[in-house]
């Protein structure tokens, strides 16, 4: 067993130090989610988020290649949204004895499969059909590869969410709660539920655990947790005067994320796969509704600013991922 004292290391060997804790972080990007291989001791070789369903083979390579010729015997999800869960499909296709254990609240929804109630539909994303086994309750513990973690709610960018904290060694894998600069975007808002506070509980949970590691869903892992709590704060702070600011970001960033899955696209194309992807249609104001031309100008617009912040360039026609 490791030992009972808090991990601390400089930067550079962070990722050496949690090897020998028993946790490898994938980083993976934007498009995926980042996975967690908890492994080690005498627990369950466990897998934490899977990646998107484009970079499923990639997520295969990255399990197999840590794990060689040993079982994956856990795979959890710290929430469902299609980056985390779409290489879910896949493990259990390779891995014969693994059990997927999800947050509760959508369980219903995984075993008839329900691509609206999931969000796959409503984000225009995509995600293979997989089944679970549990559920992973907050307020428990489990053992994941040698050590115990703690699972918590964690409401706010998406309701069903839980983040799972390691109290001995005081590491968070914080999912889409808190990320080195912000956190994920606050779902619920986008469909008129109040949700901003919820982020501010979840923050004010993750002071209170005192982490002195962060794994967050996406970025690097990172350490300087203060400051970090800070800038999101201050973020939900702007977005809590100003609502709208958070529904036109959010938008922008579901067109990003969309640009990473396919690289290119026309813009044609991409104003239909608006048109039809219910997060658009609800922030979209009612007056353009059943207005291509004025709903197309609408989009152009949001298409420029992310121009303008080099998320994307344009040629032509063609919307350019970059
Ligand atoms: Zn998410």
Not at 30 to 46: A, F, V
Request: proline share 6%.
């Amino acid at each position: 067993m490791p030992a009972a004292t808090p991990l601390t290391a400089e930067p550079a060997q962070l990722a050496a130090a949690l090897d020998g804790a028993g946790i490898t972080c994938f980083e993976r990007g934007w498009l995926s989610s980042n996975n967690i291989l908890l492994r080690g001791g005498d627990g369950p070789n466990t897998l934490v988020d899977s990646g998107y369903a484009t970079h499923a083979d990639q997520t295969l390579a990255l399990v197999q290649s840590a794990l060689q010729d040993q079982p994956l015997d856990l795979l959890l999800n710290t929430h469902l949204h299609s980056d985390h869960c779409g290489g879910n499909a896949a493990l259990q296709a390779l891995y014969a004895g693994l059990k997927t254990l999800i947050p509760p609240g959508q369980a219903a929804a995984v075993a008839a499969w329900d691509p609206v109630a999931l969000t796959f539909e409503p984000t225009g994303q995509t995600c293979e059909r997989f089944t679970h086994r549990d559920l992973l309750q907050p307020g428990t513990s489990m053992q994941l590869g040698p050590l115990h973690w703690d699972i918590h709610a964690a409401k706010g960018h998406d309701p069903h969410s839980i983040v799972l904290f390691q109290p001995e060694q005081r590491v968070l894998i914080s999912a889409d709660a808190l990320w080195q600069n912000g956190f994920g975007i606050v779902f619920p808002e986008l469909e008129g539920i109040d949700a901003f506070d919820e982020v501010a509980d979840t923050l004010d949970l993750i002071e209170r655990l005192a982490p002195l590691t962060v794994i967050p869903g996406h970025g690097a892992v990172f350490q300087d947790v203060g400051p970090a709590l800070e800038r999101a704060r201050s973020r939900l702070q702007q977005f809590v005067q100003n609502p709208a600011k958070h529904r036109r970001h959010a938008l922008k960033v579901l067109i990003k994320f969309k640009l990473l899955e396919w690289q290119t696209v026309n813009a044609t194309d991409l104003h239909q796969w608006m048109l039809r992807t219910s997060y658009f249609t609800l922030v979209m104001p009612s007056e353009l509704h059943g207005q291509p031309t004025a709903s197309r100008q609408w989009m152009d617009e949001l298409l420029s600013e992310l121009e303008r912040s080099q998320a994307l360039s344009r040629d032509g026609e063609r919307v350019i991922n970059r």
